[in-house]
């Protein structure tokens, strides 16, 4: 597969280089010019359309070029030229007032939005609930900072950790905890982890994990940019995945569902792969053998009763 | 039957609009839909392409062009720009950590030669949900005052409970009929739409 790209990458690279240093020229040549006719600018449009189309029939023609380097390089490309494509009424459209770019939020609104901004920014941090920056912990709802009994929960930048947010199996805690309600959970640059949580009311939205075990129920699950990582999923909707690989699917441990009295059997989905839209299978995820399936359910039932990471290597996927 | 009642009811028939719901995944673009359309908003899953919705709403019929928004599927909105007569942007006011992604694919939006005359509808979408945006706080992290090539509007609303949303869209279809139709809108008053919309019952 790999040859196969590379064959595909010599022939097809410099064909588009090609076309894109010319078009960058001639977009240069016409910015150049005191004016520019109307000829010009179609001229360059159908260029660029050119070479947009090029790229993604290509794109389109090998979906299986899932190698992020490759692939992030063709779609660098393609932002380069959009970049350019934006650029262009720069200079195209004159009849157009120019406010989209800098010159008039000082212009429309001076009073209030440079103080306002700077209000906004912390406020992104301080109203939902964060766990982020730890290494080597085992974390439950103790950790938690002081939250609404709703709330959204963003988890970021750990690596070897297991979250363990699913209500307690002991009798000791205190009641409260066991009524937290996520709205949302969204999940940035995991590594080595394992999440525990509890059937969550809105949507999970995950990107950058390697080296986790996800277990999880939601309304709807949007994983990205993500590799090695087993999902125990409870969902009524269809999960998606997109630039993922070596993504493992199972159903979400009935032990850990909360009350015994929703004891609904967890309904079987399909998942959707974003980066393979086609009938074949994709290469990009498979389903969890039984055995498999068990074997990790064990070992984390064996975690939660330590409260301890020690062995989390041997439930991580390779 | 005289010659002025069939061109008045050709005429009719051709007040169409169309309408284009675009926005970052996650946002609730579907979920929206359905809920005006009556449907259940349960099990949806993530736009895999795109829905189209047909429905009456006052004496309009809208044409609904729901595109997904998951990355992938994003440049392939512009195939969905051609005659649109507004777009409507769905924010998740919950998700504070993507406003940036979501203001720059906004931006990026309102250059494109073939929405230029839209008008614009930003639904603050998710406002059930506690500690979410308010529809000030999300004007300002998108910089919608700085628009100035498009009529726009910002408009808090909840697809799940549906509060909102039909007085949303009343907006925008007077704004395109004002523009579409403007000889015949000077002497009708917005009607509330013909379908009532079911309040969140779970």
Request: proline share 6%.
């Amino acid at each position: 597969m790999d040859n196969s790209n590379w064959t595909f990458l010599q022939t097809f690279t410099p064909e588009f280089q090609a076309m894109r240093s010319d078009l960058d020229s001639k977009v240069a040549a016409a910015k150049a010019l005191p004016s520019l006719s109307p000829d010009t600018l179609n001229e360059l449009s159908v260029l660029l359309a050119k070479a947009t189309k090029l790229l993604l029939m290509q794109l389109a023609r090998y979906p299986h070029m899932t190698r992020s380097s490759t692939r992030s390089n063709l779609e660098k490309s393609i932002e380069t030229l959009r970049a350019a494509n934006v650029a262009k009424p720069k200079f195209a459209f004159k009849r157009k007032p120019k406010p989209p770019a800098s010159a008039s939020p000082p212009a429309s609104t001076p009073k209030a939005s440079p103080a306002r901004t700077a209000t906004s920014t912390p406020l992104s941090t301080s109203t939902n609930l964060v766990l982020s920056t730890h290494t080597h912990k085992y974390l439950t709802r103790s950790d938690l900072t002081d939250h609404p009994q709703q709330t959204d929960l963003a988890i970021s930048d750990l690596d070897f950790c297991i979250i363990d947010l699913l209500p307690s199996s002991t009798t000791t805690n205190d009641g409260s905890s066991g009524n937290m309600i996520i709205s949302a959970l969204h999940a940035r640059n995991l590594t080595n982890c394992v999440l525990l949580l509890p059937v969550i009311e809105g949507s999970a939205l995950l990107h950058d994990l390697s080296q986790c075990v996800i277990v999880l129920g939601s309304h709807q699950f949007r994983m990205h940019s993500s590799k090695n990582i087993d999902v125990l999923l409870s969902i009524s909707s269809n999960p998606i995945i997109e630039d993922c690989h070596s993504i493992r699917f199972a159903q979400y441990p009935e032990i850990f569902l909360a009350s015994p009295e929703g004891n609904k059997e967890s309904t079987p989905f399909s998942v959707q792969d974003f980066s393979h839209i086609r009938p074949t299978p994709s290469p990009h995820y498979s389903w969890m053998t039984s055995e498999s399936h068990s074997n990790l359910i064990q070992q984390l039932v064996s975690f939660r009763a330590k409260a301890d990471i020690m062995g989390i290597n041997d439930a991580l996927p390779q | 039957m005289g010659l002025l009642t069939i061109i008045r009811k050709n005429r009719q028939k051709e007040k169409e609009m169309r309408l284009l719901f675009l926005g970052l995944d996650n946002a609730g673009k579907t979920t929206i839909l359905k809920k005006l359309n009556g449907e259940d908003i349960s099990s949806i899953s993530p736009t895999l392409g795109f829905n189209i919705k047909t429905f009456a709403h006052g004496k309009y019929t809208l044409n609904i062009w729901d595109v997904g928004g998951q990355r992938t599927l994003r440049p392939y909105w512009r195939n969905y720009f051609e005659q649109t007569d507004a777009l409507v942007w769905v924010v998740d006011s919950g998700d504070r950590a993507r406003m940036q992604d979501c203001k720059q694919e906004l931006h990026s939006l309102l250059t494109e030669d073939r929405l230029a005359g839209a008008s614009l509808l930003v639904f603050a979408n998710k406002q059930d949900l506690q500690g979410s945006m308010t529809d000030a706080e999300i004007c300002d992290s998108l910089d919608l005052h700085s628009i100035t090539t498009h009529r726009w509007k910002i408009w808090s609303c909840s697809a799940v409970t549906g509060e909102n949303l039909v007085s949303g869209l009343d907006w925008v279809v007077n704004d395109v009929a004002e523009r579409l139709y403007y000889s015949s809108t000077s002497t009708s008053q917005p009607k509330p739409s013909t379908k009532e919309l079911p309040i969140a019952t779970q």
